[in-house]
Nanobody, 115 residues
Framework: QVQLVESGGGLVQPGGSLRLSCAAS????????MGWYRQAPGNQRVLVAA????????HYSDSVKGRFTVSRDNAHNTLYLQINALERADTAVYYC????????WGQGTQVTVSS
């Protein structure tokens, strides 16, 4: 059974930082490109950061480029997202999944940026 479990979200002031984690099980994690997606209230879920299976190549949406850093630890089946300089527009539920996304969505982790 495939499981993707996100953690690390919370309430942060604008300008703050968070590190999100995604623990994967039930898949050969190192074989898949992975990504972080987010869904803000009233909006569709969108891909904001992606990383190749070997971790050497990353891609970011324009809205997060320069502030978000995606990384992975294939030895421990874990995906990370370092978020710096948080903005109110970053408020969303963050999910991890393969790229492209499969029907493997976890519960996500809520990130709320507010003063």
């Amino acid at each position: 059974q495939v499981q993707l479990v996100e953690s690390g979200g919370g309430l942060v002031q604008p300008g703050g930082s968070l590190r999100l984690s995604c623990a994967a099980s039930g898949i050969v994690f190192s074989s898949y490109p992975m990504g972080w997606y987010r869904q803000a209230p009233g909006n569709q879920r969108v891909l904001v950061a992606a990383i190749s299976s070997d971790g050497y190549t990353t891609h970011y949406s324009d809205s997060v480029k320069g502030r978000f850093t995606v990384s992975r630890d294939n030895a421990h089946n874990t995906l990370y997202l370092q978020i710096n300089a948080l903005e109110r527009a970053d408020t969303a539920v963050y999910y991890c999944n393969t790229v492209p996304g499969r029907n493997l969505w976890g519960q996500g982790t809520q990130v709320t940026v507010s003063s």
